[in-house]
């Protein structure tokens, strides 16, 4: 995974993160994407409504670095 210094991280606009408002999970390249997905059940104080958003944010980053995701909802995460 591409290292995100704090310098960059900090300018990183709120858009690039999955969870924009706690600046959780950002979206930069594949390997970001694949780290939000594994790590997406371990963000604590969200609420689903933020969950739901986070997810297609996801969804949208995945498609546009070429990530495979075949959950259609975070709900699946885990569920085989």
Do not use: C, Y
Request: proline residues 2%; without cysteine; glycine residues 4%.
């Amino acid at each position: 995974m591409t290292k995100l210094d704090e310098a960059k991280r900090d300018k990183l606009s709120e858009g690039r993160f999955a969870f924009p408002e706690q600046r959780k999970e950002p979206l930069e390249d594949a390997s970001h994407v694949r780290n939000a997905i594994a790590r997406f059940d371990q963000v604590e104080g969200v609420s689903d409504d933020e969950r739901d958003a986070a997810w297609r944010r996801i969804k949208d980053a995945a498609k546009k670095h070429g990530v495979d995701v075949s959950e259609k909802s975070w709900r699946e995460l885990g569920k085989k």
